[in-house]
């Protein structure tokens, strides 16, 4: 162990040798000790006093957790300290996941992004993370391990509160999994933010759609919303509307007016609730809409 310090609170450091030893660090109740990955959340919160881990748990290197799989199954696994850069320009993301490159190249700067990982976006659970509701339309499932323990958490039960997930003391996301996702399906990540160059969404809106010819219309759509409620926000009404009747305007109107009363948005340095609440439906109508003309062009 080695003494770190740059102006943040001074922290002990350590280069892990095992996800099995990184989880007895993070038990021992002897140390406040945190999981650290890029750090752009972590050390943002320790220079605020946010927090003051005296251990600082790295797991970057292990084995598994920087791959990016498709499988042969069409399935996708992330390991969790996979960069945002390296998630967005991967191939087999770009190609058939769409959708998650769209989300993670709209976090930040390429700076930021080639240290900020998915892990952690995910792990630090504020309502804004951009790549949470691409996970939440997907059906990611998160992988936990506690020494040699695994386990599988949906995503729509991951999130608890802001800065609050289901992952236990002493749990470690290894990696996220991605099912195949729908055949011919068309995803769109819109975000608006307080400028271009990168910065905390005002509102996100994540929206999967695909042909289903179960579905009354035709089409079946998964819409998730970031930054408009204490948690990113899976919205399953919105399947409901679009999926029942034949897809027209009103329809996708009447679906952006539910994601609208489904968000619980506040007041804050970057926009009002107010704002935040007319812009969801607006974001909500242009997202489902972009993605129904790609679906009606392509299928
Ligand atoms: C200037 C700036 C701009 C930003 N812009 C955006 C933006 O546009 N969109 C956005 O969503 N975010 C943004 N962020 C926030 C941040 O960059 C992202 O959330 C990033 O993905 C966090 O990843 P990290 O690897 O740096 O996490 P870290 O800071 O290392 O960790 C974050 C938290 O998660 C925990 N953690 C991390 N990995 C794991 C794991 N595998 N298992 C268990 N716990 C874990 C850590 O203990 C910590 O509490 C921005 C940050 C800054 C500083």
Not at 52 to 67: A, C, I, Y
Not at 179 to 184: E, G, V, Y
């Amino acid at each position: 162990m080695e003494v770190v310090s740059s102006g943040l609170p001074e922290f002990e450091y350590i280069h892990a040798e095992s996800i099995e030893q990184a989880s007895t660090f993070l038990l021992d109740e002897s140390k406040d000790s945190r999981l650290f990955m890029g750090g752009t959340d972590l050390f943002v919160q320790m220079r605020a006093g946010a927090r003051s881990p005296s251990l600082l748990v790295d797991v970057k290197h292990l084995p598994g957790m920087n791959d990016i799989q498709l499988k042969p199954d069409g399935s996708l696994h992330v390991g969790a300290a996979v960069n945002l850069n390296a998630l967005a320009r991967h191939e087999d993301v770009a190609e058939h996941y769409a959708l998650l490159a769209e989300a993670a190249q709209s976090v930040g700067s390429y700076q930021l992004r080639s240290r900020a990982t998915m892990g952690g976006n995910l792990c630090n659970a504020s309502p804004a993370a951009d790549t949470a509701p691409a996970a939440l339309v997907l059906g990611a499932r998160l992988i936990a391990q506690s020494g040699k323990d695994e386990r599988s958490i949906p995503v729509e039960a991951f999130f608890l509160g802001p800065g609050e997930t289901a992952l236990q003391r002493g749990e470690i996301l290894t990696r996220i999994e991605f099912p195949s996702p729908p055949k011919r399906s068309v995803g769109r990540y819109l975000k608006l933010g307080r400028n271009a160059a990168g910065d905390l969404a005002i509102v996100g809106v994540a929206v999967l759609g695909f042909p289903d010819d179960e579905a009354p219309s035709g089409y079946r759509f998964r819409l998730a919303l970031s930054s408009v409620a204490p948690t990113p926000l899976l919205v399953p009404e919105v399947e409901n509307i679009l999926s029942g009747e034949t897809m027209n305007d009103e329809r996708i109107q009447a679906a952006a007016r539910t994601a609208q009363q489904a968000a619980k948005p506040i007041d804050d340095v970057r926009a009002t609730a107010d704002y935040r609440s007319a812009m969801v439906e607006v974001y909500a109508r242009r997202a489902l809409k972009a993605v129904w003309a790609a679906l009606r062009r392509d299928n």
